[in-house]
């Protein structure tokens, strides 16, 4: 039986920038257009926290099940090493989709945009078959579309729309940074895992590209919200302080520019979700002037 602390590392915190980042941007493009409701802003931070650990447990599950991570270079993984009994990984993903599900309906509820309805359906179903049924897309290469559009412009473009009713280009551009810094995260998550995915038939985006291919879209990726941050410092000049976040990147650069492999890269990872978090922060800040 797995301990509390397994179920906490099983949980993947790591992650939890992924979920945070869309929210804290996402508030700031509101405040900037006079229109920011904490609660509303809470509700949507909630969603988003119960969606990416839900989604954790649910690769955790379906990735378990199929032997993909018996050979796994990163963090414990519940079923693939044993800690946890597969149907206890599984009630634990459900319940927090469906806990995401509730407080989704209860926000829309709140609001009245009952059309969202069916952007939060379409999370979670994104979030169970990126690993889950008989053909899950993320097996595919098809996964760092899917965190493109869930952790980026969902999250981002919806945190903004429930509490302002509408969206602005602030939060478009702080919805493609995002989700260009989460697809980062995934890009060295896959590189790593290069190796174990090819031998386990697991057809990610980075196994289609290949080493350097998926190297030098993970170097794309990180530029583009910098790139994003002097588009918009031409409206909103204080954005430009995004830039001091990215030093935060230069070791996960040099890291996956220089050649390095498997556990080497899981720094990357974390260094890449920090950066995007801060540079969230720093971007709501900047956009409440």
């Not at 990984?89 to 407080?103: D, F, H, P, S, T």
């Not at 493109?148 to 478009?172: C, H, I, K, N, P």
């Not at 050649?259 to 720093?282: E, F, K, S, Y």
Request: proline share 4%; glycine share 12%; hydrophobic share 55%.
């Amino acid at each position: 039986m797995a301990t509390v602390s397994e179920w906490i590392e099983g949980a993947r915190p790591r992650t939890l920038p992924n979920a945070i980042a869309p929210v804290v941007a996402g508030v700031g493009a509101a405040i900037a257009l006079d229109a920011f409701s904490w609660w509303r802003a809470l509700l949507a931070l909630l969603v988003a926290l119960s969606l990416i650990i839900g989604v954790n447990f649910a690769n955790d599950y379906s990735d378990g099940v199929r032997g993909t991570d018996e050979n796994r270079v990163g963090p414990l993984r519940l079923v693939g090493s044993g800690t946890a009994a597969p149907k206890a990984v599984l009630r634990a993903a459900l319940g927090c989709l469906g806990l995401a599900g509730v407080l989704g309906l209860a926000l829309v509820a709140l609001t009245g945009y009952w059309w969202l309805l069916v952007v939060g359906a379409l999370c979670i179903l994104g979030a169970w078959f990126y690993t889950g049924g008989k053909k899950p897309y993320g097996y595919y290469g098809f996964g760092e579309i899917a965190v493109f559009v869930f952790f980026g412009l969902a999250a981002v473009l919806g945190t903004a729309y429930v509490q302002a009713g509408r969206v602005s280009w602030a939060a478009l551009g702080c919805a493609v940074a995002v989700g260009c810094f989460s697809m980062g995260v995934l890009t060295a998550n896959n590189l790593r895992d290069i190796p174990t995915d090819i031998e386990s038939g697991k057809r990610t985006l980075a196994t289609r590209l290949g080493d350097q291919g998926t190297r030098r879209v993970y170097l794309t990726l990180v530029a583009v919200p910098y790139v994003v941050s002097v588009l918009l410092g031409i409206w909103h000049p204080l954005v430009l302080i995004t830039l001091v976040t990215a030093p935060m990147l230069l070791k996960s650069v040099k890291a996956v520019g220089g050649g390095q492999h498997g556990r080497a890269l899981i720094p990357a990872l974390r260094d890449t979700g920090l950066a995007m978090l801060a540079w969230a922060v720093l971007s709501a800040v900047a956009l409440s002037f």
